[in-house]
């Protein structure tokens, strides 16, 4: 082993120990500065000689390969469902079928159901090697890359673990992780999940694994396949996972008969809500591995097995009116006054109708007793109607036809479920998102007019687009007011814009103009365009007038814009209004270029070439592309008669293999790549 090769090792081995303490022991011992920093040099060190990097490096947590189309695999062993259950009579019954399959006692371990998607973990020789989705249970989606940056997931096994083996749990997102990805994605016009099932397995299908990285996915373990030969009870099995490296699951508890389960089901009836995911019941398995096989299988579910679901808790309520609130992207949401009820532990005075088509689709009256709920979710829905209290002559609810803020007509595109105001630029909730958004810590980061400033130089006139701020004077700001509402016993307080504050502001707008194009494009608003798309646009086309001069087929030409992303840049920069705005932004020294630093070329070997990258690479993708971008070269996302040459990995699919050859468009591999540049 050279020199290098052991470096990797090192790394490889520091760094995984790390992730373990992290993940697994909730006890980390270093730094994330420090953490970062060995990772940074693992990473540059694969780039640089691939051929050592090892299988369980921890490079692939942080993803950046892009799976086109998921392979079908079929499971060794089915993936079999659960019976439901909803009553402690059904418990019951569930425990008499048992006793007169086996005799004796029977012990039965209880756990969480988690609300997620089932997940199947291949480990050959210690290393995972695939993860398969449930789909029909037959056969499922290989989202390998997906589930590799899931922390929780170990990528090696560790002690004394057979050679080959099967692990089956739930891929969750917690509630913290879908909040923030609802959030970023109401900012840039994008529908949110509706529950965080919802938004895992959304996720778990993304092609960009770097994106599925940054979301935040979690794994609960829950079965092993296969299991006899090293433990005699499912309890004990879990165990031995825990020694292997896997967490051990949150509750797992033996009771040893079906009034200790019932109890237990009381108990995390009440608890559940206090958990920082979706619980949706409880699972009840027998314990004994010899007396589960004595008890055996249905096709569809296991008979030594089942689950209770929580009656999810529902209460009527009168409906006594309906706002509609416009959001920041201009989303239109009815949301229910409701007379107050309790539930869940908290009183319910509003809940949302979410859009047009639901309150159809319940076909709500005004006064009508409608029925709301609270399952594992954290936002009370409305979940139907008490029709036979309807009082005769009560009309229906309308959904309004113009915007209640600035009075424009409300749109409703096509197959979309969402009403929306089309007024970007005059309508006040959206003049003051996108001042807002602007700001945001991850768009221009102008923290100091944080805290509802913005919203008190909107409300004195001194802003209107964010081309505004850059003209801010002292004299303007100094003895602003602002209100702070009364609450919680506290009278109104007014707090005056004071000479630190002022000076606070107007330092952060200055400085504001060192953020990077990368940065403005994203802050700049355009409808679609995340962090990550507003990258990859600056680094395809470096300043913003080839951008704005762009045709919509010459942006679909950039990774992950597709059709609708390309058609909202085009909208975008033909608004008069918008492309003002940028020319001030101009002009009061706000970055709409990469700077030298960021386009100077490693070379300019590729210059003038369009590639076409696919396949998988000993690095991550994203790696190769940079190559591309830093030897003078785009990066193209589909093969057509202008492309220069395809960059072929392992795997690369039939279809664009059989395209370029129709084309004749040379194909190369990783190992030639490197020599060219
Ligand atoms: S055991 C042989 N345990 O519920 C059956 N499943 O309808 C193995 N689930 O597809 C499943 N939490 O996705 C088991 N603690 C738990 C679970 C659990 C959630 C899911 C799983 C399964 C579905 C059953």
């Known amino acids: 082993m050279n020199n290098i090769e052991e470096q990797i090792k090192h790394l490889t081995e520091e760094i995984n120990q ?3 303490n992290y993940y697994m ?10 953490f970062d920093q060995l990772l940074n040099q693992l990473i540059q060190l694969e780039k640089q000689y691939p051929e050592y990097a090892l299988p369980d490096s921890p490079t692939q947590r942080v993803g950046g390969s892009v799976t086109k189309q998921f392979r079908t695999v079929k499971h060794v062993f089915p993936m079999l469902s659960l019976g439901n ?4 009579e059904d418990l019951l019954d569930f425990d008499r079928r048992i006793h007169e399959l086996v005799n004796g006692q029977v012990e039965y371990v209880c756990e969480l159901k988690y609300d997620g998607l ?3 973990l291949v480990y050959e020789n210690g290393l995972l090697i695939r993860a398969v989705t449930r789909g029909d249970g037959v056969q499922g989606d290989d989202v390998t890359a997906n589930v590799k940056t899931i922390g929780t997931i170990p990528l090696r096994l560790k002690g004394d673990y057979p050679d080959l083996i099967e692990v089956r749990g739930e891929i969750i997102m917690n509630h913290q992780n879908f909040e923030r990805l609802n959030r970023e994605r109401e900012e840039i016009g994008e529908a949110p999940f509706a529950n965080p099932r919802n938004a895992a397995s959304g996720t778990l299908k993304l092609q960009d694994s770097a994106e599925v990285a940054r979301r935040g996915l979690d794994f609960k373990l829950y079965f092993v396949v296969g299991h006899q030969h090293y433990a005699a009870t499912h309890f004990d099995s879990l165990n031995k996972l825990h020694d292997w490296g896997f967490r051990q699951p949150d509750v797992m508890e033996k009771r040893t008969d079906i009034n200790g389960v019932i109890d237990f089901m009381h108990e995390w009836d009440v608890k559940r809500k206090s958990l920082p995911f979706d619980t949706d019941g409880i699972v009840i398995k027998v314990n004994d591995f010899d007396m589960q096989q004595q008890i055996g299988s249905t096709a569809k579910s296991p008979r030594w097995a089942i689950a209770y679901k929580f009656k999810a808790e529902r209460v009527p309520s009168k409906l ?12 239109v949401t009815p949301v229910a006054n409701l007379t107050p009820v309790p539930l869940g532990g908290t009183v319910v005075k509003r809940a949302s109708l979410h859009n047009k088509d639901i309150i159809e689709a319940y076909d709500i009256h005004e006064n009508d007793v409608l029925y709301v709920e609270k399952g594992g979710e954290i936002i009370p829905k409305i979940v139907g109607v008490d029709v036979s209290q309807r009082e005769l002559d009560a009309p229906k609810v309308k959904f309004i036809t113009r ?4 009075g424009a007509e409300l749109v409703q595109n096509e197959g979309e479920s969402g009403t929306f105001c089309p007024n970007e630029l005059h309508c006040p909730p959206q003049i003051k998102g996108k001042l807002e958004h602007f700001i945001s810590r991850k768009a221009m980061n102008i923290d100091s007019l944080g805290e509802g400033k913005v919203e008190v130089l909107f409300d004195n006139g001194l802003v209107r687009t964010p081309a505004d701020f850059y003209q801010l004077s002292y004299d303007q700001l100094l003895g602003l007011e602002k209100r702070i509402p009364a609450s919680e016993g506290k009278a109104e307080r007014v707090v005056s814009f004071r000479e630190k504050t002022v000076e606070n502001i107007l330092n952060g707008i200055q400085k504001s103009k060192e953020v990077g194009f990368e940065r403005v494009l994203f802050a700049i608003g355009i409808r679609y365009v995340g962090e990550t798309t507003a990258k990859k646009l600056a680094r395809y086309f470096k300043n913003v007038d080839a951008l704005a001069n762009a045709t919509a087929e010459e942006l679909m030409q950039v990774d992950d814009v597709g059709e609708r992303v390309a058609g909202s840049i085009v909208d975008y920069f033909l608004q008069p209004e918008n492309l003002e705005m940028v020319i001030a932004l101009r002009n009061a020294g706000v970055q709409f270029e990469l700077s030298a630093a960021e386009t100077q070329l490693a070379s300019d070997k590729l210059a003038g070439k369009s590639i076409v990258v696919s396949g998988v690479f000993s690095v991550p993708r994203d790696e190769i592309k940079r190559l591309i971008e830093q030897n003078g070269g785009k990066n193209v996302s589909s093969i057509s008669k202008n492309t220069d040459f395809v960059l072929a990995g392992e795997k690369m699919g039939p279809e664009k293999r059989n395209k370029a050859q129709k084309l004749e468009i040379p194909i190369i591999s990783e190992e030639e790549f490197y020599k060219m540049i």
């Open 18 to 20: 790390h992730n373990y």
């Open 25 to 34: 022991l909730d006890n980390p011992t270093i730094s994330d500065y420090d």
């Open 85 to 88: 259950t909803y009553s402690e």
């Open 118 to 120: 089932a997940i199947s």
């Open 320 to 331: 006594l009116s309906v706002d509609f609130q416009v959001g920041r992207t201009g989303i």
């Open 403 to 406: 915007c209640p803020e600035c």
